[in-house]
């Protein structure tokens, strides 16, 4: 790799690492072709995106940059997951290790704060951002739905009492 090319490099990882609202730091150490694949299919399902960068070249991106407290995990095969959700690449990143051992997380940073490996785990049972959106749209919604209904109930029930009467009128 000659200089420009590492120049850009660099240039991508500082994007990465200013733009990302989570990046998870893991050794890859063991793992196969195979996994790797299934790894980064998991990371685009969740919006997600995995990155194998010499650590010297990270180090140097993260410089200045929010998140410059990872680069103490940067030291032998490591991998970068990373997304824009803060909780997406966690997420990922907890699913893979539970069902591969080869993928040990070392920690990350979620903006400019440090995580450790509890910290990962923390943010990944956070809800993800759909799912806060969810919550705030049916909290916004369930009071107008009671209004609706109160506001048409009364008139349902003055229907039923009509029609209530005009069977007693018929019957007698």
Request: some cysteine; charged content about 25%; proline content about 3%.
């Amino acid at each position: 790799m000659d200089r420009a090319q590492k120049e850009k490099v660099v240039e991508e990882l500082g994007q990465i690492f200013e733009s990302s609202g989570v990046v998870v730091v893991a050794h890859y150490t063991g793992l196969t072709v195979a996994e790797m694949q299934s790894l980064r299919a998991k990371a685009r399902e969740a919006d997600a995106s995995v990155r194998v960068a010499k650590n010297r070249l990270a180090k140097i991106a993260l410089e200045g940059k929010p998140c410059e407290s990872i680069a103490e995990f940067l030291s032998g095969m490591t991998v970068l997951t990373y997304s824009e959700d803060p909780v997406a690449a966690a997420k990922v990143a907890e699913d893979f290790a539970k069902e591969n051992k080869k993928f040990e997380i070392l920690g990350g940073a979620m903006g400019e704060n440090a995580l450790d490996r509890a910290g990962v785990e923390a943010v990944s049972k956070m809800p993800s951002r759909e799912e806060l959106i969810a919550s705030i749209v049916g909290c916004i919604g369930a009071p107008a739905s009671n209004i609706a209904g109160a506001i048409g109930a009364p008139a349902s029930n003055i229907a039923s009492i009509l029609s209530t009467i005009e069977e007693r009128g018929e019957a007698a």
